[in-house]
Structure formats: structure tokens, C-alpha cells
């Protein structure tokens, strides 16, 4: 069992910066991999960016150059790094763990699921 808890979500203006942060508990496997997820009032939810334990990262191709995911494994804690938000990131965001070294940014492939943190960003 893993339990995630995320903050740092607010609200900011377009051009400003978030930084988001998940702690995990709980049984932490050495290979394992992490992702920041995000859903907008009536839509999908869409993977954002994702990293596995030894540090290999991916991103959606809207958030390439503006987030930047990274982790500090002795803290168990998986950080996103929002820069030049605009009103279009707009979401809750969730971070998300799964076991197993594939980097991978399909929701259906993680088992373990944080509350989420709202992110809006007006114009």
C-alpha cells in the first residue's frame, strides 16, 4: 500500500510559476515510477510528465520546457516544477505511483493515486 499526499497548488496569473510536491508513504519498491496527472472540468484526464526511480523523465508535449519533474528518493517526495503557466494548465493535478521500471504516462498503468491539487491560472 502507497499513500500520496500532494500541495503547493494555488492560483496564479498567466506568466507565474507552481510548485507542486507529492509525498509518498508507505511500502516504497526501489524500482518504481512516478507521474504528475491532470484533469480540467469536463475533460480527460492527461499525463504530464512522469519519471522513473532512477531519474529518466517524460513529458506531454504542451508542458515540454515549462515543467520540470524531478524527485528526492530519500525523501520519497516527487516535485513538479511549473514555469510560465498559462490559463490552459489550468486543473487538478494528481501524482500518481506505480511499480516496475517502465517510464510510461498512461493512467491506467499506476496503482496508487494521490487527492489531487488545484492549479488555476486567470489571464
Known amino acids: 500500500q502507497v499513500h500520496l499526499a500532494e500541495s503547493g497548488g494555488g492560483s496564479v496569473q498567466t506568466g507565474g510559476s507552481l510548485r507542486l510536491s507529492c509525498r509518498a508513504s508507505?511500502?516504497?519498491?526501489?524500482?518504481?515510477?512516478m507521474g504528475w496527472f491532470r484533469q480540467a472540468p469536463g475533460k480527460e484526464r492527461q499525463g504530464v510528465a512522469a519519471?522513473?526511480?532512477?531519474?529518466?523523465?517524460t513529458y506531454t508535449d504542451s508542458v515540454k520546457g515549462r515543467f520540470t519533474i524531478s524527485q528526492d528518493n530519500a525523501e520519497n517526495t516527487l516535485y513538479l516544477q511549473m514555469n510560465d503557466l498559462k490559463p490552459e494548465d489550468t486543473a487538478m493535478y494528481y501524482c500518481?505511483?506505480?511499480?516496475?521500471?517502465?517510464?510510461?504516462?498512461?493512467?491506467?498503468?499506476?496503482?496508487?493515486w494521490g487527492q489531487g491539487t488545484q492549479v488555476t491560472v486567470s489571464s
Open positions: 500518481a505511483y506505480r511499480s516496475g521500471s517502465l517510464l510510461i504516462l498512461v493512467d491506467g498503468a499506476y496503482n496508487y
Open positions: 508507505g511500502y516504497i519498491q526501489g524500482s518504481h515510477g
Open positions: 519519471i522513473t526511480s532512477n531519474g529518466v523523465t
